[in-house]
C-alpha cells in the first residue's frame, strides 16, 4: 500500500535516525528500507503479531508500506501508526517559511521537508526517551535492544533478525516487585526503572494520553513525575505526542548545533520559530 505525502521529503534524513536508533530484534534498517515487529491489538481486543516494512517510492511521493497477513484485521490502525511514526500527514509549506531563517544564523541548518520522527507505539517510544536521559544513542539502544530480548513478546518472522516486539505497559506491570531488579539487571539504573514502572501505570489508565488536546498541561503533569524533567516531557510531547511546538532545548544536538550558544540564548532564539521549534529541533539534529 502507498502512503502518500506532501513533498518535499527527507527520507534519507528518517532513516538516518532510524537506523542509529534500531533496536536489536525489533527493528533494522536495510536496503533503505524500515522494518520492524508489530504488536497490536486487533478489532476484538485481540493482541495480534507480525511484522511491517517500509521503503521510499520517490517517484510516486509514496512511503509503501507492506506488512505480515497477521496484522491484516488492523490494517487501518497499522496505517495510522506509519503516517505517524514519518510524520506524512505534515505540509512543509507551513512550516518551512517560517524555519526557513535559520539559515541566517548558519548555513545548513535548515533543510526544506524535515520531518519529525514520530512514534510507533507510545509507550515503547516513551521509556525509549527514558533510556536516552543523558547517555549516548549508541548506549540507550543498546539496552533498550536488552529490555526488548528479555521481556519483549517473541515473533515468528520472514525478515531475518525480526525476532520479538517490544515489551508492552502490561508486560512490565506484570513483573510486580521484581520490576526494578529485573529492568536493572538489563542495565537500566534505580531512577529509570522507577520512572518506566510509573510511565507503564499511567499508560493503564484510561483517563491518561498523550494527546494533542492539552499538550502543555499534558508536560506539567508528566513533569511532576520524578524522573521526568524538561528534556523529557519536551521529548515526550515531540516525538509521541506530536506537538509541533515541543522544544527541548537542552538538547545535546540542539546545544552542539547552535554552539556556542548558552541555554538562554538558545532558548530566546527558538521564539522566532514558533510554532515549529519541534521541527526546528530536528533539523539541528540533521546537521550533526
Request: hydrophobic residues 40%; aromatic residues 8%.
Amino acid at each position: 500500500m502507498l502512503l502518500h505525502y506532501t513533498p518535499p521529503f527527507r527520507w534519507d534524513r528518517l532513516l538516518g535516525f532510524w537506523s542509529d536508533r534500531a533496536m536489536r530484534g525489533v527493528e533494522k534498517v536495510e536496503d533503505r528500507a524500515y522494518c520492524r515487529t508489530v504488536e497490536i491489538d486487533g478489532p476484538t481486543g485481540a493482541s495480534l503479531l507480525g511484522w511491517m516494512r517500509l521503503s521510499h517510492i520517490e517517484d510516486e511521493q509514496a512511503l509503501q508500506l507492506t506488512w505480515s497477513d497477521s496484522l491484516l484485521p488492523a490494517k487501518d490502525e497499522l496505517i495510522l501508526r506509519a503516517r505517524r511514526m514519518f510524520d506524512l500527514d505534515h505540509d512543509p509549506n507551513d512550516s518551512d517559511p517560517t524555519l526557513s531563517k535559520m539559515n541566517q544564523i548558519k548555513a545548513g541548518l535548515f533543510v526544506p521537508g524535515t520531518r519529525i520522527p514520530g512514534a510507533f507505539h507510545p509507550f515503547e517510544a516513551s521509556v525509549r526517551i527514558i533510556l536516552g536521559q543523558q547517555i549516548t544513542v549508541k548506549a540507550a539502544t543498546t539496552i533498550a535492544g536488552r529490555v526488548a530480548e528479555r521481556l519483549g513478546t517473541p515473533i515468528k518472522s520472514s525478515i531475518l533478525g525480526l525476532d520479538y516486539a517490544f515489551p508492552t505497559a502490561q508486560s512490565i506491570l506484570a513483573l510486580g516487585d521484581e520490576a526494578p531488579d529485573v529492568l536493572g539487571s538489563l542495565g537500566v539504573t534505580g531512577r529509570r526503572s522507577q520512572t518506566i514502572i510509573q510511565l507503564a501505570t499511567l499508560f493503564q489508565d484510561p483517563d491518561f494520553s498523550l494527546s494533542l488536546e492539552s499538550p502543555e498541561e499534558t508536560i506539567k503533569e508528566l513533569l511532576e513525575m520524578p524522573g521526568i524533567g524538561p528534556w523529557t516531557a519536551h521529548a515526550l510531547a515531540m516525538r509521541v505526542m506530536k506537538w509541533p511546538d515541543a522544544f527541548p532545548g537542552t538538547d545535546y544536538g540542539v546545544k552542539k548545533a547552535l554552539e556556542p550558544m548558552n541555554p538562554k540564548e538558545i532558548e530566546r532564539l527558538a521564539e522566532q520559530w514558533r510554532p515549529w521549534r519541534a521541527y526546528a529541533v530536528t533539523n539541528l539534529w540533521g546537521t550533526l
